[in-house]
């Protein structure tokens, strides 16, 4: 965990790394290379944000190289990668996309950007080289509108829906939705396009309830937040939810240790709910909350078949094996499952045994329906919720399970929280209507896709 606390690299990589064909010999290219699925990870492994890069990016790797070492892939063909850092950069996001986006027999399969400000970057680019985006849990909230946004999926929870399930979970801990009137609640945020998605729910829930909001910004990378705590004090809220990522949360949960501010009235986003955030702050999280679509752990058939398969060969991503389990890295691995079952379910459409082009898998992301059932079969059941996937609705869940940390590790909290689903609708129509309407999109007729 030490590596991934300093923000260093796990795995040292140059802005452009070979490409890792994982599972391939350096032999019989032609044949080899029709049977490849080519993954691109944009991603970051160095930097004040790596912690979250490099685990996530861990997981999914790890997953899908468990796929080709058990099953020899999906039909046979063969995930294979190849990494770019994009040190969470919007420009150099975009240099990555670009580099990769036609790499291997197919192209790139989809792009995982883990970064809404370079989702929002090549937003425009992708439907024009057929390439679906997956943001999952992050990146533009009415993209979840598939009518107008068909190559972008902010799957399992958009930022609205979890913004949301926290004031409902606030609501339950206070004894009902009427108890939030003149109750007043911070958002500390990241001061960025990530940090300012949930503004505009989060005020229509603070009118909606009568609580008092107040918006507070934090400077990129984070470690200066005095001012900000000094503005709390004055405020004295009755919750602070923390919308941050990497340093800026350990500083954020010992600043408010400093002031005095109870942890278990912070609540955080679920990139502010990792042991990365939790271990450097030591004593100082103790008692901090914060939302998850997916739970931390090694107690699941899907994590036991990484280290069968991939750990007990030597071929794991991770140097630090300890970070196996964790939040980040489990996250990585529901990323995985996500892409390997797109993939499998476009070849039952358009071949089997064949890779998949960016617009099949496009099609097979749109008709995912991981139910509890398959979750069983795939070793993950309680790992994450069930994911069912429509033409209209790219986020296919919008469930949250809230975890708090002990000192030593995350315990859950809650089952599953729902958001205000009509007010979440509502707002993902609109703002994608109008979007629509400034770049001359027409509206897809969903009852036309087969």
Not at 105 to 110: E, F, I, K, M, R
Not at 233 to 251: A, E, K
Not at 327 to 340: C, D, K, L, P, W
Request: glycine share 12%; net charge positive; with cysteine.
């Amino acid at each position: 965990m030490k590596a991934s606390i300093l923000g260093r690299s796990l795995r040292p990589v140059a802005a452009t790394l070979a490409a890792a064909a994982i599972g391939l010999g350096a032999s019989g290219a032609a044949h080899a290379q029709a049977k490849e699925q080519f993954i691109p990870l944009t991603g970051y492994w160095v930097g004040p944000y790596a912690a979250g890069g490099s685990g996530f990016f861990g997981g999914m790797v790890d997953y899908l190289t468990m796929l080709n070492e058990r099953d020899g892939g999906v039909n046979g063909v063969k995930f294979t990668f190849e990494k770019c850092e994009t040190e969470y950069n919007n420009a150099r996001g975009v240099e990555c996309y670009e580099r990769l986006k036609k790499k291997g027999p197919t192209g790139a399969t989809l792009v995982h950007p883990l970064s809404t400000g370079i989702t929002y970057s090549i937003l425009e680019k992708a439907p024009q080289d057929k390439v679906p985006i997956i943001s999952m849990g992050y990146g533009r909230t009415d993209a979840a509108d598939g009518r107008v946004f068909p190559w972008v999926f902010p799957l399992i929870t958009t930022y609205w829906s979890q913004a949301s399930a926290m004031i409902n979970y606030i609501a339950k801990k206070e004894g009902g939705h009427d108890k939030l009137k003149g109750k007043k609640i911070v958002l500390l945020y990241h001061d960025s396009a990530y940090g300012k998605e949930p503004h505009a729910v989060l005020q229509d829930e603070a009118k909606r309830h009568g609580f008092d909001l107040t918006l507070i910004a934090v400077a990129h990378p984070g470690n200066e937040q005095g001012a900000q705590w000094q503005q709390i004090r004055q405020i004295r809220p009755d919750y602070v939810i923390l919308w941050g990522w990497g340093v800026m949360n350990p500083t954020a949960l010992k600043a408010a240790q400093k002031t005095g501010f109870p942890r278990e009235k912070m609540i955080g986003v679920w990139w502010a709910g990792a042991e990365e955030d939790t271990i450097p702050a030591g004593d100082a999280a103790k008692g901090y909350v914060a939302a998850g679509f997916n739970v931390a752990g090694t107690n699941y058939p899907v994590i036991r078949e990484i280290q069968k398969y991939v750990y007990g060969k030597g071929k794991g991503e991770m140097d630090d094996k300890s970070r196996v389990g964790s939040i980040y890295y489990n996250r990585g691995v529901v990323a995985g499952i996500i892409t390997a079952e797109a993939v499998r379910l476009a070849q039952e459409r358009f071949g089997k045994g064949q890779p998949m082009t960016g617009e099949q898998v496009r099609w097979g992301i749109e008709r995912l329906n991981i139910d509890n059932a398959r979750l069983k079969q795939l070793g993950a059941e309680g790992f994450m919720p069930p994911l069912k996937v429509t033409c209209q609705d790219h986020e296919g869940s919008g469930l949250v399970k809230f975890q708090e940390w002990d000192g030593k590790q995350w315990k859950v909290l809650t089952d599953w929280i729902e958001p205000d689903r009509k007010l979440v609708r509502d707002k993902i129509e609109a703002s994608a209507a109008a979007y629509a309407k400034e770049k001359g999109i027409a509206l897809r007729d969903c009852s036309k896709e087969n």
